[in-house]
C-alpha cells in the first residue's frame, strides 16, 4: 500500500473551488476529489499548528497530550509519568508507529518538528527530511525534495509520505513571475462594501488594520500584499495574495500527480489532501490568521482517494482531524488494535462506500492566540471565550453558520436556549475528558488552565511588563480605532 497525505498549511476550504469557491483556485485537488471522497465537515480538534500536529498524529485530543500552547508548559507533551517505559506512548502509541507495525515504511517532508520542537511529531518515522527553513520555505525549496524521494521510492510498495506545503500560510509569497490568474476577478459576495467598513474599524490582532498581527503587513519584503486593508482594492489585493497561493501549492500537486502516473503507481496509491487548521478570511472579521476555535480557523479540507474506495461522493457528517487515523488503521485492515489512548473514531465505512456515520458534536479548542473552545453541531457553532486575546469578543458567542458562514453576527442573546445546549455539550465533553486523564496521565489537569496561570496565550500575553497592549493602545488612537482602544484599556486597566 502507498499511502500520500499532502498537509497544506493554513488551507481555508472556502477557498477551494472543489468546495464551492467562486475562482478556480484548485484544479488538481478537485481532480483528485472527483476520484475519490471529499469531506465537508472535518475539524482540527485543536488549533491552531502545534496542537493539530500533535493531536493528529498522536490521536489524541489536546486537553490529553497536554499540547495546547504555542509557549510554555503547554506546549509540551505531559510526562507520561511512572509507567513509563523504554518508549513512551508518545511513541508507540503513535499513529505512524502503528502504520510501521502495519508494514510501511514512513517517511516525511517538513521542517514543523524543529520549527516548534515537537519530538512527538517525528515519532514513528523511519525517514525524516528536515527542508530547514521553519516553515518558510517556499515551494522551490519543498519541491526538489519530494521530486528526489518520488524518483528513488514511488514505485516501490508499502509507503507513507507526509508531504508539508507552506506557502498558502501567511505571509503570503507566491513569486512575483508567477503573476496573478485571478487579477480581474471580483472578491466573494460576502465582502460589500458595509462589511468592509465594518471590518476596517474592528479592533485586535490580525484585524483588518493589523494584517502584521498588531502592526502593519511588511510590504517590502512581502510585496504581494497591502499594508493594510482599508477598502476594496486592499481586500482584493490581500485576498489574491491567499488564493493565489492556493494555486500554486495546487501546481506542484499537478507535479507529484504525474510523478506517480510515469511511475505506474497513481491508480494504486491513497492520496488524502488536508491541512493543519484554515485561515480566517475575514470570518469574525479577522485576516490572515487562525487564532480562535471557529469555523474560519477549525474547519479544515479532507479529500481522500483509496483505491477500491468511493468515487466522486461527498461525506456530510462531522469528524476530527484524528478520526483519521483510526480510519486508515481499518482501511489498512491493520492486525493490531488501535491504542486505548486514542479519542478518534473510523469513519472507514464512509471512505469505502461514500455513505456512513458520524459524529453529532465536534469540541474544538485554541489557546495559543485566545483561550476558547468551542461546540460544532447542527447548523450551530457555540464559542465559549476563557481569554479574548484582545480581540473584542464576548465570553459567549453563538453563530448559525447557514445563515451566516462567516460569523459576523452573535445571536447568543437571541437563543438562550441553544447557548446552554452548547454549554451542556461543552460541560459535558470536559467531565469526559476528565475522567479519561483521571486514567490514562500522569495528571489531571486541563492545559487551557495551564496557559491562563502562565499569563494568557503566548500571541497575546497578559502580564504587565510583556504584554503588546501598551504599544497596541497607541496604534489603535493613531488608526483611527481610538473606540476600540477605550473598550481596552476600561477591559484591561492593569495592562493599559
Not at 456 to 480: Q, V
Request: aromatic letters at 10%; a negative charge; hydrophobic letters at 35%.
Amino acid at each position: 500500500m502507498r499511502i500520500l497525505y499532502l498537509d497544506l498549511d493554513a488551507l481555508n476550504p472556502r477557498h477551494l473551488s472543489c468546495y464551492g469557491y467562486h475562482l478556480n483556485t484548485s484544479p488538481t485537488i478537485d481532480a483528485i476529489a472527483a476520484e475519490g471522497l471529499r469531506c465537508s465537515q472535518v475539524y482540527t480538534c485543536d488549533a491552531p499548528c502545534l496542537p493539530s500536529r500533535t493531536a493528529f498524529y498522536q490521536g489524541r485530543f489536546g486537553i490529553q497530550t497536554g499540547v495546547v500552547g504555542h509557549g510554555g508548559t503547554a506546549a509540551d507533551p505531559k510526562l507520561q509519568g511512572r509507567l513509563r517505559g523504554f518508549r513512551s506512548h508518545q511513541e508507540e502509541a503513535s499513529y505512524p508507529r502503528q502504520m510501521q507495525k502495519a508494514g510501511l515504511h514512513t517517511a516525511m517532508i517538513s521542517p514543523f518538528g524543529q520549527r516548534h520542537a515537537a519530538h512527538q511529531f517525528y515519532a514513528g518515522f523511519n525517514e525524516i527530511h528536515n527542508t530547514g527553513q521553519g516553515g518558510m520555505e517556499p515551494v522551490e525549496v519543498v519541491q526538489p525534495v519530494v521530486d528526489g524521494w518520488l524518483d528513488r521510492n514511488a514505485a516501490d510498495d508499502n509507503w507513507y509520505l507526509h508531504v508539508n506545503y507552506w506557502d498558502i500560510h501567511t505571509p503570503y509569497r507566491t513569486p512575483d513571475d508567477y503573476g496573478n490568474p485571478f487579477a480581474g476577478e471580483p472578491v466573494a459576495e460576502f465582502f460589500t462594501d458595509e462589511v468592509i467598513d465594518r471590518h476596517v474599524q474592528r479592533y485586535g490582532p490580525h484585524s483588518a488594520q493589523d494584517l502584521g498581527m498588531y502592526s502593519d503587513n511588511n510590504v517590502e519584503k512581502f510585496p504581494r500584499l497591502p499594508l493594510r486593508i482599508t477598502d476594496r482594492a486592499s481586500l482584493k489585493q490581500w485576498m489574491d495574495g491567499y488564493d493565489v497561493a492556493v494555486r500554486y501549492v495546487d501546481d506542484q500537486i499537478a507535479k507529484i500527480v504525474g510523478k506517480l502516473k510515469a511511475a505506474g503507481v497513481y491508480d494504486d496509491t491513497a492520496i488524502i489532501i488536508s491541512a493543519d487548521h484554515g485561515e480566517n478570511q475575514g470570518e469574525l472579521g479577522i485576516y490572515g490568521e487562525h487564532g480562535t476555535a471557529d469555523e474560519g480557523t477549525c474547519h479544515i479540507p479532507m479529500v481522500i482517494k483509496w483505491p477500491g474506495g468511493a468515487v466522486g461522493e461527498v461525506d456530510d457528517q462531522f469528524h476530527y482531524n484524528l478520526d483519521w487515523a483510526p480510519t486508515c488503521m481499518d482501511l489498512l485492515q491493520a492486525e493490531q488494535p488501535v491504542p486505548d489512548l486514542w479519542d478518534g473514531e473510523s469513519y472507514a465505512t464512509t471512505v469505502r462506500s461514500g455513505s456512513g456515520a458520524g459524529r453529532e458534536e465536534l469540541i474544538i479548542s485554541q489557546c495559543c492566540h485566545v483561550c476558547q473552545r468551542s461546540v460544532r453541531f447542527g447548523k450551530w457553532m457555540y464559542i465559549r471565550t476563557y481569554c479574548d486575546g484582545f480581540h473584542p469578543f464576548g465570553p459567549e458567542m453563538l453563530y448559525d453558520l447557514e445563515a451566516d458562514p462567516f460569523e459576523q453576527n452573535n445571536i447568543a442573546d437571541q437563543h438562550p436556549d441553544v447557548v446552554r445546549d452548547g454549554a451542556y455539550r461543552l460541560t459535558n465533553w470536559h467531565d469526559q475528558q476528565m475522567q479519561k486523564m483521571a486514567i490514562h496521565c500522569s495528571d489531571s489537569v486541563d492545559p487551557l488552565w495551564t496557559v491562563m496561570r502562565e499569563g494568557g496565550p503566548n500571541h497575546a500575553i497578559f502580564e504587565p511588563g510583556r504584554s503588546p497592549l501598551p504599544k497596541y493602545l497607541d496604534r489603535l488612537e493613531a488608526t483611527g480605532r481610538s473606540a476600540g482602544a477605550q473598550e481596552l484599556r476600561l477591559k484591561y486597566p492593569d495592562l493599559a
